[in-house]
């Protein structure tokens, strides 16, 4: 198995992938107009941002990861306010319990090193919780509630 760059060549193993991470979290099935949605994101992306790592192995993707990158603040915990997202760790069912999940972690981790990354964090599902607890991941009381507000309320917007 080997750990490299995504391309968007990979856009069909990536889209599904992200599909199937998100079926698992919602607990339902996601409409097909959601994979070409996906698809064709993936075709359009330029391979950078997000990072994207896949395993690889006798030409056949096995699984994928992302970060994105970006810089806050700085603050006690994280002098150079450099922080990453991690995002879609995914693992096609019948590879799953080999490692890929856990190359595919240090791997993402060891690019965040390499750029002096601050601050992890990801959301995790209840399978990926003892993989990111074994990194040394753990939960973090957030002390104020996220409030969020999406593309199509923010364009309704009367500014």
Known sequence: MRIRRA?????????????IMLEYITGRELPPEYLQEMDRYFREWDGEDPLCLVAEEDGRILGSVAASFSRIFPGPRNPSGRKAELHNLAVYEEYRRRGV?????????????????????LYASDMGRPLYASFGF????ITCPEMRLYHKDLAELDL
């Open 138 to 141: 753990s939960e973090e009381a």
């Open 101 to 121: 999940g856990r190359a595919l972690l240090a791997a993402i981790l060891g690019e965040c090193r390499a750029r002096e990354v601050g601050r992890v964090s």
């Open 7 to 19: 391309t968007p060549a990979d856009h069909a193993d990536l889209a599904r992938l992200r599909v």
